[in-house]
């Protein structure tokens, strides 16, 4: 079937906004993970779930970001009272079952710009 | 957590070997050493990984040293078409759940 797919491709908010950047994983696979990727920089680790566990959020910046994910399935990452230091392309990947050999599939992103 | 170091940028003749260098020298030894690339405003697509044995796919070669320090990406006949930023992951983490990315090699294929 299809791979990785978010959306919307491109957000454009003001300063003080909440947004909602969704991803839906390739079907079966159980690991979720969202990168963020500033302008001319490598990825940074955000948040990773697997199936019924607790997600590991180690990475979230500030408590202005959450993520959900229903069962094994569509996650949402949500950004409150965005800033512009936000701005950022928002990359999700998932795997067949998280294990450390396994690859992860990326979806194209959101692109997000706090004006 | 392991981290990688890559040169910023690398130029390579379309037709010939690209040999990407990359150093990982606090890997322990069940990390696996993934290589993606990420062609502009696109995802970064998987290459290849390995974890002690050098390996190859249709897409390119990995050689690791023995002591598990670094490796090199090798694409045995570079296209205009890769040209990309190449990134060197350690999959680190206590479920081995995150890939550390850094700032990779930007592969410069020229005609």
């Known amino acids: 079937g299809a791979g990785v797919s978010q959306s919307p491709s491109n957000k454009v908010t003001e300063k003080g906004k909440d947004v909602e950047l969704r991803c839906d994983p390739i079907?079966?696979?159980?690991?979720l993970y969202w990168y963020r990727q500033r302008l001319g920089q490598g990825l940074e680790f955000l948040i990773y779930?697997?199936?019924?566990?607790?997600?590991?959020k180690s990475g979230l910046p500030s408590d202005r970001f959450s993520a959900e994910r229903t069962g094994e399935s569509v996650s949402t990452l949500t950004i409150q009272r965005t800033q512009q230091e936000d701005s950022a392309v928002y990359l999700c990947?998932?795997?067949?079952?998280?294990?450390?050999?396994?690859?992860?599939?990326f979806g194209s992103g959101t692109q997000l710009s706090v004006l | 957590d392991a981290k990688t170091t890559q040169p910023p940028s690398m130029d390579c003749a379309e037709g010939r070997a690209a040999n990407l260098p990359c150093n990982h020298s606090?890997?322990?030894?069940?990390?696996?050493v993934y290589w993606y690339r990420q062609i502009h405003s696109q995802g970064p697509q998987y290459i290849i990984h390995?974890?002690?044995n050098n390996e190859t796919n249709e897409m390119a070669s990995l050689i690791i040293t023995e002591d598990r320090k670094s490796s090199t990406l090798i694409l045995p006949h570079a296209t205009l078409r890769d040209t990309a930023v190449y990134y060197c992951?350690?999959?680190?983490?206590?479920?081995?759940?995150?890939?550390?990315f850094g700032s990779g090699t930007k592969l410069n294929v020229k005609p």
């Open positions: 079907s079966g696979h159980t690991a």
């Open positions: 992951i350690v999959r680190v983490g206590y479920n081995f759940n995150k890939f550390y």
């Open positions: 390995g974890l002690k």
């Open positions: 990947a998932s795997s067949p079952g998280g294990a450390r050999n396994e690859k992860l599939f």
């Open positions: 606090t890997i322990s030894g069940n990390e696996y």
């Open positions: 779930f697997q199936g019924n566990s607790a997600p590991d």
